[in-house]
């Protein structure tokens, strides 16, 4: 599905994944969440962020959409919605997910991404203990 080499043809790929499969849209804002919309089936991205930054946010949140369509969500994810633990499970489903896009789209992930990931994982831990 990838034909060029730039984290700008590796965001289109993804938005076309999106677009094509789970008909959800990207909205690149300034003011963007770095969330998905499940009801507006919406991703923002807050476009201040480098693109290599906006590619991994998206990913990601392309990992909240893989996870959410799939039958077996409320079984993986029983309590998502009233337990911080819960929120914690999907958010770290998503960024597996979001690794096997990126497989899937033949997205190339180094050690930034390793990072990324790592960083935005100890964030939520971090909200989770409060």
């Known amino acids: 599905m990838i034909f060029a080499e730039t984290t700008e043809d590796y965001i289109s790929a993804v938005e076309s994944y999106l677009g094509d ?5 990207v909205d690149y804002d ?23 930054e906006q590619l991994f946010v998206l990913l990601h949140e392309a990992g909240h959409v893989i996870l959410r369509h799939r039958k077996d969500f409320h079984r993986i994810c029983p ?18 997910e979001a690794r096997r896009l990126a497989s899937e789209l033949q997205i190339p992930l180094d050690k930034q991404w390793d990072q990324h990931v790592r960083s935005a994982i100890r964030r939520y831990i971090t909200w989770v203990k409060a």
């Open 21 to 25: 499969v789970h008909d959800v849209v």
């Open 79 to 96: 309590d998502v919605g009233s337990s911080k633990v819960e929120v914690l499970k999907e958010e770290v489903l998503a960024w597996e």
């Open 30 to 52: 300034p003011m963007g969440l770095d969330e998905f919309w499940i009801d507006e089936r919406v991703i923002t991205i807050n476009d201040m962020r480098s693109s290599q």
